[in-house]
């Protein structure tokens, strides 16, 4: 019966640390592009809604009268 190496076992060690670090980064990462890729089609969509229902309103951004 061979006794554990603990070589093997820092190494894997160190290497399951790395994974869940990277793991962690690029869940991070796609969250933060998944909500950009929702506020941009969200922003387009009420763009498309606001000028068929409300066509007179100026597309520039800006209001009319004295706000």
């Known amino acids: 019966m061979a ?3 603990p070589y093997m076992s820092w190494w ?3 290497a399951n640390k790395a994974a869940s670090a990277s ?6 990462e796609m969250s933060r ?3 950009a ?5 969200t922003e387009q ?4 809604w606001m000028a068929l229902w409300f066509p007179w309103l100026p597309r520039n951004g800006k209001r009319r009268g004295g706000r």
């Open 12 to 14: 894997l060690s160190e």
């Open 37 to 41: 890729m929702t506020d941009a089609w």
């Open 23 to 28: 793991r962690g980064l690029f869940a991070a």
């Open 45 to 48: 969509a009420v763009e498309m």
């Open 3 to 5: 006794g554990k190496n």
């Open 33 to 35: 592009q998944h909500k």
